[in-house]
């Protein structure tokens, strides 16, 4: 996502500087010797982003874009804030694949000064931003989104399996049934693959899902919301995982059902 993202800077005519929180993979030696108005983080953990909140040090406009709980993110804020420096909450839809294609949505959150401040940026790496008020509304939106994804995205596998196993070929599946009433974002994202029924080519890999799947759990049980879709679908997730596709893209749920099912591609 992160690589993806500074390209389309770059492109966008950004004066791009990039930081890699892995040593081996920058010529810089501290996160507090980049200078820039506005920092992107894209980050795999809550650590990353404490690890990050703890080095920054020159006044900025942080544009946080990383899945995580709000309760890190509230930290990270808190952190920061000592220093003269705003975190925005703001994660993102979409995955590697169309982050290179810039067809990603942000949901930003936070204080709207500093968001007026990083607006102008959003356009270099996304097709559309929204401002959904206070902080932490950014991520609350990104859990629904997330949660239609896990959803959409078995479901999308399990209408391949039913009509491959009913005789119908894949790619007409992904191509008539993807002009009906049932197709999803996911359906048409996801497809290509499951008519492939390869999986190398990970724009979400099962095993950094699996943290997304939690956060997501977590936060509906905390509200006291019945999710039966979203906790049938981590079964499938949780299935791909025991099956040898941790680094594989989650589309793999496609090959799942269809080892459950006894389709013979």
Not at 9 to 17: C, D, H, N, P, T
Not at 48 to 76: F, G, N, Y
Not at 150 to 175: D, R, Y
């Amino acid at each position: 996502m992160g690589s993806a993202m500074a390209a389309n800077l770059a492109r966008a005519g950004f004066k791009v500087q990039g930081y890699d929180i892995v040593a081996k993979r920058r010529t810089v030696d501290a996160i507090s010797k980049i200078d820039a108005p506005v920092v992107i983080t894209s980050l795999p953990s809550a650590a990353a982003l404490h690890a990050v909140a703890d080095e920054l040090r020159h006044k900025c406009v942080v544009i946080e874009t990383s899945t995580l709980p709000i309760d890190d993110k509230v930290a990270a804020r808190n952190t920061l804030a000592t220093k003269g420096i705003t975190l925005l909450d703001c994660p993102l839809s979409g995955t590697g694949a169309q982050a290179r294609t810039k067809d990603l949505v942000v949901y930003a959150s936070g204080d709207r000064k500093a968001f007026l401040k990083a607006k102008p940026h959003l356009p270099g790496f996304s097709r559309a931003h929204y401002y959904v008020g206070e902080f932490g509304n950014g991520s609350k939106m990104k859990f629904v989104a997330n949660l239609m994804v896990a959803i959409h995205n078995v479901s999308a596998a399990e209408a391949f399996v039913l009509g491959m196993k009913a005789g119908l070929s894949p790619e007409a599946i992904f191509k008539v049934a993807g002009d009906g009433a049932g197709t999803s974002r996911m359906f048409q994202v996801r497809g290509p693959m499951m008519v492939a029924g390869n999986y190398d080519e990970a724009t979400m890999k099962n095993e950094v899902w699996q943290k997304d799947m939690k956060i997501i759990g977590e936060f509906a049980t905390r509200l006291g919301v019945p999710t039966p879709l979203f906790t049938a679908s981590a079964a499938i997730y949780n299935a791909a995982m025991a099956q040898g596709y941790a680094l594989k893209d989650t589309g793999a749920v496609c090959a799942v059902l269809e080892k459950l099912a006894g389709v013979k591609r």
